[in-house]
């Protein structure tokens, strides 16, 4: 399980890296850019400021929130797709694993890892879909 949880987290860092790299840094940098200029004007209020500031924010506030909602989906697809794997193996072996022999328990174990494997290598393969839906949206 720990494997398939590394190769799950890896692939989520390296999916995010790269949205970083291709989207982020520059949604921030514009924001930086635009939150400085706000402050130029020595004339304004604090409140106009802050408006503006806040104005500057919302590209990146938006693209981080929808960033999350993407992430926060594909992990309740995985832990659903889990669910269901440990379901199934009670419907097959029996409603009680905690009454298995050892050696039912090992066969348990290695079929529900085998099992949340694949559900794991499935929503792996979903993440270039997530990258494309996020580098599409307007923020």
Do not use: W
């Given at each position: 399980?720990d494997?398939?949880?590394r190769?799950?987290k890896?692939?989520?860092?390296?999916?995010?890296d790269d949205v970083?790299?291709?989207h982020?840094?520059?949604?921030?940098k514009?924001?930086?850019?635009?939150?400085?200029k706000c402050?130029?004007?020595?004339k304004?209020?604090r409140e106009v400021?802050e408006?503006?500031?806040d104005?500057?924010?919302?590209g990146?506030?938006?693209?981080q929130a929808?960033?999350?909602?993407?992430l926060g989906?594909?992990?309740?697809?995985?832990?659903?797709c889990?669910m269901?794997c440990?379901?199934n193996?009670?419907r097959?072996q029996?409603?009680?694993?905690?009454k298995?022999t050892d050696a039912?328990m090992l066969s348990?174990n290695?079929?529900?890892?085998?099992?949340?494997a694949?559900?794991a290598?499935?929503h792996?393969?979903?993440?270039?879909?997530i990258?494309?839906?996020?580098?599409?949206q307007?923020f």
């Amino acid at each position: 399980m720990d494997e398939t949880q590394r190769r799950v987290k890896e692939a989520v860092d390296n999916m995010i890296d790269d949205v970083d790299k291709s989207h982020l840094r520059d949604l921030q940098k514009n924001m930086f850019t635009c939150s400085a200029k706000c402050c130029e004007d020595k004339k304004s209020s604090r409140e106009v400021v802050e408006k503006c500031v806040d104005l500057c924010n919302s590209g990146m506030k938006k693209a981080q929130a929808t960033l999350e909602q993407e992430l926060g989906a594909l992990q309740n697809q995985l832990s659903h797709c889990a669910m269901k794997c440990y379901d199934n193996l009670v419907r097959e072996q029996g409603v009680e694993p905690n009454k298995f022999t050892d050696a039912q328990m090992l066969s348990f174990n290695e079929k529900l890892n085998k099992c949340v494997a694949i559900c794991a290598d499935d929503h792996i393969k979903l993440l270039p879909e997530i990258k494309k839906r996020f580098a599409t949206q307007k923020f």
